[in-house]
């Protein structure tokens, strides 16, 4: 069936999902976008222009949004502090959510939020949009296929030259730990998933360098341990002379007991153990071979919107469900807790805790 959509955010990130996220959706008869709400009037155009919407259906406020359309789910593209009160109205309008990551701004609040949407027997996902990159989920089929045989640990790099303000975006270089909470999100939630387990202990060394003009750390090292015994190490950095690894282009080492697996700027290579060359020291075993990118239609958010309505369909939870995805908002809460306290933290500990603590 084609399910009734009420796009929250048309600005910003929000414009992509108008103009490119959502319309790939909307032809293939897997959606059909009836209303757009944004503060910015401005804004609109994206939702008028992109999928069509008439200016009468775009409001600067949800709830008249909601109340004034026959909806089945709506999309939450707003700034993350502000989510919860979206998902408080769409709870009241009996609608299911696919939200931008990440839940929240806190993992309280992400717990509130996720707590209210399972007792009104609601769904709501999380775009982990680099988790659904055709490069990560080519590397993570590869893994999960069992031909590099078992995963030892893990390897990955987010580096850039971004010091100067506004480089970033103004508001990161005036924020509050602006690496982990606008940078590792994503890199620590891909980590996980390629581990394959719950993260058991992180510990995180964040510091901020004198020639970068930020209010807060924007360098970091995070070591984890999985519950399977996987390890995973992420060097993160916005101030460095050069961009190795920037916004997309990734790096990412999968040391596995029969090959070693290099994701590098979109790119893949395997590195095949060869026992024959193990005493020449010093020198590469083994030329590396190269791994093509899986194919298929869609990736990303465009895929991930596939993902909600499929589940929509049967029932069967997107990976990325919002009780799944407190496992990413705890990664981050734990390395900003770690880097103040200088010691490993159990992010499991943390989301019991918040889960403990929450009140509705």
């Known amino acids: 069936m084609t399910y009734r959509a009420i796009q929250v955010g048309t600005g910003g990130q929000g414009g992509r999902w108008c103009d490119t996220f959502l319309p790939p959706n909307v032809e293939a008869g897997l959606i059909d976008v009836v209303a757009a709400v944004d503060v910015n009037e401005d804004a609109h155009g994206n939702a008028v222009e992109h999928l069509g919407l008439d200016p009468a259906d775009c409001y600067t406020d949800t709830e008249t949004a909601f109340a004034e359309h026959d909806a089945d789910f709506c999309t939450v593209v707003t700034p993350p502090w502000t989510h919860e009160e979206v998902v408080d109205a769409a709870v009241e309008h009996d609608l299911d959510v696919l939200s931008e990551k990440p839940i929240a701004d806190t993992l309280a609040a992400s717990v509130r939020i996720a707590e209210k949407v399972d007792r009104a027997g609601l769904k709501m996902g999380v775009t982990m949009s680099h988790r659904f990159d055709r490069d990560k989920t080519t590397v993570r089929r590869r893994l999960r296929s069992g ?37 590792a999100v994503h890199q620590l939630d891909f980590l996980a998933d390629m581990a394959g387990a719950k993260c058991e202990r992180l510990y995180a060394d964040t510091w901020l360098p004198e020639w970068a003009e930020y209010e807060d750390d924007v360098q970091a090292t995070v070591q984890m341990r999985f519950e399977n015994g996987v390890r995973a190490t992420w060097e993160g950095a916005k101030a460095n002379a050069t961009t190795l690894n920037g916004w997309g282009s990734d ?97 499991q500990a943390l989301l019991a805790d918040a889960r403990e603590s929450v009140e509705l």
Do not use: K
Request: one cysteine or more.
């Open 147 to 183: 031909e590099p045989g078992p995963l030892d640990y893990l390897v990955g790099r987010f580096t850039c030259n971004a010091r100067t303000y506004g480089a970033w975006g103004a508001f990161r270089h005036d924020m509050d730990h602006p690496l982990l909470i606008e940078g």
């Open 251 to 347: 790096y990412l080492r999968a040391e596995c007991r029969d090959e070693t697996l290099v994701l590098d700027d979109r790119e893949i290579e395997r590195y095949p153990y060869d026992q024959a060359s193990e005493t020449v020291v010093g020198v590469a075993d083994t030329d590396p071979e190269p791994v093509p990118l899986d194919e298929q239609d869609a990736w990303g958010n465009t895929w991930l919107v596939e993902q909600f309505v499929e589940w929509l369909d049967t029932g069967e939870p997107m990976a990325t469900d919002v009780q799944s995805n407190l496992q990413s908002v705890a990664l981050v809460e734990a390395a900003i807790e770690s880097s103040e306290r200088d010691e490993a933290v159990d992010p």
